[in-house]
């Protein structure tokens, strides 16, 4: 078989392998990247020291009438980054400590968007933790709670409903946001353009090899001519 036709059939058997890839690809995975979805993403924030009597010494303030000497804050950043509004979403915060004197002095709301935010209902569970249930969180809708505290503590979150994802994220400085989407479109242009390249270049290169075959046959018929012209 020549060079010419071994080429041709690794091109037939190898495109289109790459073709299905693509047409898969499109096929399962766009689907599940533009498929709406249940997901909070949170943030937690602290502690920041405000009083710490290891450093101040005997220093005390009166928060909600309870008089201290540690003062703590936290911050928890919650919000919507699915497709779907979620509603009545329980959300627990607890604050993982043996201390039997941990407190906390008082909870804060800042919401996004900051009016008609909905009902966000507060059950204080024991001493140690609280639980919200947030009537309505839209998608992209936000939640900042902000604790005060009379020790340090390690912080968790849990919320559940159906089909939820509960995702965490490190606390960032603010920035322009970059889709994920764009990022994969992108890759897929990429990958159209190298197999649209490949194609390309393959054609050339059969249409190299083709016109090399035509001109060393016009070659040979030029020089069994020559030939037959001498003998005659």
Do not use: C
């Not at 915060?93 to 968007?113: C, D, G, Y």
């Not at 965490?168 to 197999?195: C, M, N, W």
């Not at 390309?200 to 070659?219: D, N």
């Amino acid at each position: 078989m020549s060079e010419g036709k071994s080429i041709w059939w690794r091109d037939l058997l190898f495109i289109p392998l790459i073709v299905g890839l693509i047409v898969a690809l499109f096929t399962f995975g766009l689907p599940k990247l533009f498929e709406k979805e249940k997901q909070i993403t949170y943030e937690i924030d602290g502690p920041t020291t405000y009083l710490d009597k290891q450093s101040i010494g005997n220093v005390s303030v009166v928060v909600n009438g309870v008089p201290t000497s540690n003062l703590f804050s936290y911050k928890i950043h919650l919000w919507n980054s699915g497709d779907q509004p979620l509603k009545n979403l329980p959300v627990l915060v607890l604050f993982e400590t043996e201390l039997s004197e941990f407190k906390i002095f008082s909870v804060r709301h800042e919401t996004k968007p900051s009016h008609e935010f909905g009902n966000i209902m507060q059950e204080d569970i024991d001493q140690k933790s609280k639980r919200f249930v947030i009537e309505l969180l839209n998608p992209k809708d936000q939640d900042t709670i902000s604790f005060l505290t009379n020790n340090s503590a390690s912080l968790r979150l849990f919320a559940k409903l159906e089909g939820l994802r509960v995702k965490r994220e490190k606390p960032q400085k603010e920035g322009p946001e970059f889709p994920i989407t764009l990022i994969i479109l992108a890759v897929v242009a990429s990958l159209l353009s190298l197999v649209l390249k490949f194609i390309v270049t393959k054609s050339e290169e059969r249409e190299h090899e083709r016109l090399k075959a035509t001109l060393k046959h016009l070659q040979q018929e030029k020089e069994r001519e020559s030939k037959e012209t001498t003998h005659t």
